[in-house]
């Protein structure tokens, strides 16, 4: 979200052309002074100019430069600017400015320009045939009638906190619905249908909605509950302008009504595997974006696999020195990539930073996936020495078929170089918990290993997996006196697995897997391959992309999936649940949207919307209007 937001109102009243009304409202916590707004605008002022506020201090073709004189905003203020000397008369919100920015003493910052606003809001009757259309569904509509051409804009009133939050969304809205109008305007011409919240004894990130003919009242709980309500407001307000608000419409915008929601899990997650595949960082913001219009709350960042290392470790520059590509003259040759010759990228710790904050304003928080023991071949083809020098290679293969893949337990490398990725990662990563991975280690893994063979005979630990659980609890309490949680895959529960205490464990490989764990006394997310696996095909047909290990999973099996049962122990330890974008087979953007989607809506909807409110029938006609990747 941009620090200051700029509304633009045509006023035909004025001037021999009309003329353009400019309010910029200051979001930002500091007070803005000495400063000039510029834009680009189509509708041109014609020299010399008649403003009142300011003064145009640069025009050339549609730059514009206005200085504000003797203005100082304070956070929540406005500054208003007329300009009454224009070179045509405007006949279409796109001869508004399309971008803005501030000169300020020492630096430019940016300004969301937002639509254009007609001279007045159109009229609408009420009409009743049309339907909310909010996705994930909300617990409770009770809509009794719909405006028949919906608001062109929603003018927010109220505090600073709300101004924000409406900026916020609306900047949401354009990115992933740019041919809309924007849902939220900060200033707008008398009549505009109005928006105001409150603080109200509500659940956690629940909200209340109440319309009316003049407005609409946000009543909300604690947590994201005012944002998840913009974010109703403006799916409702986006859909019924996809709608045409033509007669035959089947979204509109509640003229009286009520809707009260609240999500029905606490973990409501989308994975995404950037290492199979590497994801532009725009593409990674983008589908952060995707999961807040989702309503969805935790985004697990797969940032290593066996074909490549994607986060800038300060210690260990190898890792994106070697680890971070793969070519025929690599350690890891190209695998499933788009190009026979492999690929290459990662993220600095900064860009880190930045996909952090940015969905940390939608209400999202990033848990990091650092693969460990396992899942390795990439660490330990840019750092040999890591590997037992005594044991045989290729000694034992993972399932996808690489060799020795998997850090030894026995060598006191692994704990190093484990402790010191993990130090770096929880001093970059905020959230509460880091996902060590845990999972497909070789049965066989170490055991022709001299190192291994004598830790087994010093301690009594027996096989693999013993092996990897005494590994994985070191990690766990290494974790836990930097005050994290230790998540992984199910398959950390193996050996004696790790302490249930302080724990999260993620169910993928069957679906009465989650119950299994819970039963076991880890809380658990549930994210089965056969439901939640969006890299799964979607029927057995020949040419149908996608992976086939755990069956074929069409949208409405997806949609269908209910997590929880009658095990009693889901009841304490199900957290939610969290679709999982795994990329070896998603080579290309076409194939991405194709596999993700609307499965990824349907699980959002079975992570918010209670199991006797979902409908198949009416999800299927609002998920072609969910935007993709």
């Given at each position: 979200?941009a620090?200051?937001?700029?509304?633009?109102?045509?006023?035909?009243?004025?001037?021999?052309?009309?003329?353009?009304?400019?309010?910029?409202?200051?979001?930002?916590?500091?007070?803005?002074?000495?400063?000039?707004?510029?834009?680009?605008?189509?509708?041109?002022?014609?020299?010399?100019?008649?403003a009142v506020?300011?003064?145009?201090?640069?025009?050339?073709?549609?730059?514009?430069?206005?200085?504000?004189?003797d203005?100082?905003?304070?956070?929540?203020?406005r500054?208003?600017?007329?300009?009454?000397?224009?070179?045509?008369?405007?006949?279409?919100?796109?001869?508004?400015?399309?971008?803005?920015?501030?000169?300020?003493?020492?630096?430019?910052?940016?300004?969301?320009?937002?639509?254009?606003?007609?001279?007045?809001?159109?009229?609408a009757?009420p009409?009743?045939?049309?339907?909310?259309?909010?996705?994930?569904?909300?617990?409770?509509?009770?809509?009794?009638?719909?405006?028949?051409?919906?608001?062109?804009?929603?003018?927010?009133?109220?505090?600073?906190?709300?101004?924000?939050?409406?900026?916020?969304?609306?900047?949401?809205?354009?990115?992933?619905?740019?041919?809309?109008?924007?849902?939220?305007?900060?200033?707008?011409?008398?009549?505009?249908?109005?928006?105001?919240?409150?603080?109200?004894?509500?659940?956690?990130?629940?909200?209340?909605?109440?319309?009316?003919?003049?407005?609409?009242?946000?009543?909300?709980?604690?947590?994201?509950?005012?944002?998840?309500?913009?974010?109703?407001?403006?799916?409702?307000?986006?859909?019924?302008?996809?709608?045409?608000?033509?007669?035959?419409?089947?979204?509109?915008?509640?003229?009286?009504?009520?809707?009260?929601?609240?999500?029905?899990?606490?973990?409501?997650?989308?994975h995404?595997?950037?290492?199979?595949?590497?994801?532009?960082?725009?593409?990674?913001?983008?589908?952060?974006?995707?999961?807040?219009?989702?309503?969805?709350?935790?985004?697990?960042?797969?940032?290593?696999?066996?074909?490549?290392?994607?986060?800038?470790?300060?210690?260990?520059?190898?890792?994106?020195?070697v680890?971070?590509?793969?070519?025929?003259?690599?350690?890891?040759?190209?695998?499933?990539?788009?190009?026979?010759?492999g690929?290459?990228?990662?993220?600095?710790?900064?860009?880190?930073?930045?996909?952090?904050?940015?969905?940390?304003?939608?209400?999202?928080?990033?848990?990091?996936?650092?693969?460990?023991?396992?899942?390795?071949?990439?660490?330990?083809?840019?750092?040999?020495?890591?590997?037992?020098?005594?044991?045989?290679?290729?000694?034992?293969?993972?399932?996808?078929?690489?060799?020795?893949?998997?850090?030894?337990?026995?060598?006191?490398?692994?704990?190093?170089?484990?402790?010191r990725?993990?130090s770096?990662?929880?001093?970059?990563?905020?959230f509460?918990?880091?996902?060590?991975?845990?999972?497909?280690?070789?049965?066989?893994?170490?055991?022709?290993s001299?190192?291994?063979?004598?830790?087994?005979?010093?301690?009594g630990?027996?096989?693999?997996?013993?092996?990897?659980a005494?590994?994985l609890?070191?990690?766990?309490?290494?974790?836990?006196?930097?005050?994290?949680?230790?998540?992984?895959?199910?398959?950390?529960?193996?050996?004696?697995g790790?302490?249930?205490?302080?724990?999260?464990?993620?169910?993928?490989?069957?679906?009465?897997?989650?119950?299994?764990?819970?039963?076991?006394?880890?809380?658990?997310?549930?994210?089965?391959?056969?439901?939640?696996?969006?890299?799964?095909?979607?029927?057995?047909a020949?040419?149908?992309?996608?992976?086939?290990?755990?069956?074929?999973?069409?949208?409405?099996?997806t949609?269908?999936?209910?997590?929880?049962?009658?095990?009693?122990a889901?009841?304490?330890?199900?957290?939610?649940?969290?679709?999982?974008?795994?990329?070896e087979?998603?080579?290309?953007?076409?194939?991405?949207?194709?596999q993700?989607?609307?499965?990824?809506?349907?699980?959002?909807?079975?992570?918010?919307?209670?199991?006797?409110?979902?409908?198949?029938t009416?999800?299927?006609?609002?998920?072609?209007?969910?935007?993709?990747?």
């Amino acid at each position: 979200m941009a620090d200051y937001h700029l509304d633009t109102l045509w006023r035909p009243e004025q001037g021999e052309h009309g003329a353009m009304e400019f309010v910029l409202t200051n979001l930002s916590d500091a007070p803005l002074r000495d400063f000039s707004l510029y834009f680009g605008a189509i509708t041109r002022t014609e020299l010399p100019s008649d403003a009142v506020g300011g003064q145009l201090l640069r025009r050339q073709a549609n730059y514009h430069e206005y200085r504000a004189t003797d203005v100082e905003l304070a956070p929540g203020q406005r500054w208003h600017l007329t300009e009454r000397s224009l070179t045509r008369r405007a006949l279409h919100s796109n001869e508004g400015p399309k971008s803005a920015g501030l000169l300020l003493a020492e630096e430019r910052a940016a300004v969301f320009a937002a639509d254009l606003q007609a001279a007045q809001p159109l009229a609408a009757d009420p009409v009743a045939d049309r339907h909310a259309g909010v996705l994930p569904q909300p617990q409770q509509i009770e809509v009794t009638q719909y405006w028949s051409t919906p608001p062109a804009h929603l003018l927010v009133t109220g505090d600073l906190a709300l101004q924000r939050e409406a900026a916020k969304v609306t900047a949401l809205t354009r990115r992933l619905h740019p041919l809309t109008p924007n849902p939220f305007v900060l200033a707008a011409p008398e009549g505009t249908v109005t928006v105001s919240a409150q603080r109200a004894d509500l659940p956690l990130d629940g909200h209340r909605l109440e319309f009316a003919e003049t407005g609409v009242q946000i009543s909300h709980g604690a947590g994201a509950g005012l944002f998840y309500a913009l974010v109703t407001l403006a799916q409702l307000h986006c859909h019924a302008h996809q709608s045409g608000g033509t007669s035959g419409a089947t979204y509109g915008f509640p003229l009286q009504g009520v809707i009260e929601d609240a999500p029905r899990h606490g973990w409501r997650g989308a994975h995404l595997d950037v290492s199979r595949q590497f994801y532009k960082l725009g593409k990674v913001l983008r589908y952060v974006d995707l999961m807040a219009w989702h309503k969805m709350n935790r985004f697990h960042w797969h940032l290593t696999d066996d074909e490549g290392w994607r986060l800038e470790i300060k210690a260990y520059p190898q890792l994106t020195e070697v680890a971070a590509a793969t070519g025929h003259d690599l350690p890891v040759l190209p695998q499933l990539g788009a190009s026979e010759e492999g690929q290459a990228g990662y993220y600095t710790q900064d860009q880190v930073r930045g996909v952090i904050a940015h969905a940390g304003a939608l209400g999202i928080e990033v848990m990091p996936e650092i693969d460990l023991p396992g899942h390795c071949a990439c660490v330990i083809g840019a750092l040999p020495e890591l590997v037992d020098s005594e044991e045989t290679p290729a000694s034992y293969h993972s399932i996808q078929g690489f060799a020795n893949n998997a850090l030894n337990p026995a060598m006191e490398s692994s704990y190093v170089l484990a402790e010191r990725i993990l130090s770096e990662v929880c001093d970059l990563f905020p959230f509460e918990a880091v996902h060590v991975g845990g999972d497909e280690v070789a049965d066989d893994a170490w055991m022709k290993s001299p190192k291994a063979q004598a830790m087994m005979k010093e301690t009594g630990l027996k096989g693999t997996f013993e092996l990897q659980a005494h590994f994985l609890r070191h990690l766990q309490q290494f974790l836990a006196a930097r005050g994290k949680k230790i998540a992984g895959w199910e398959e950390m529960a193996h050996g004696g697995g790790v302490d249930r205490e302080n724990c999260l464990l993620f169910a993928w490989t069957t679906v009465e897997k989650t119950a299994e764990l819970a039963e076991a006394g880890y809380d658990v997310i549930s994210t089965p391959g056969q439901a939640y696996y969006l890299d799964m095909a979607q029927s057995d047909a020949w040419y149908e992309p996608g992976a086939s290990w755990a069956g074929f999973t069409p949208v409405s099996k997806t949609y269908a999936f209910e997590a929880l049962n009658d095990s009693a122990a889901l009841a304490e330890h199900l957290k939610g649940v969290q679709a999982c974008v795994w990329s070896e087979h998603l080579t290309t953007m076409e194939r991405v949207n194709h596999q993700v989607f609307p499965r990824l809506s349907a699980i959002a909807e079975a992570g918010w919307t209670a199991a006797a409110q979902k409908d198949f029938t009416r999800f299927e006609a609002l998920s072609g209007l969910m935007p993709r990747l």
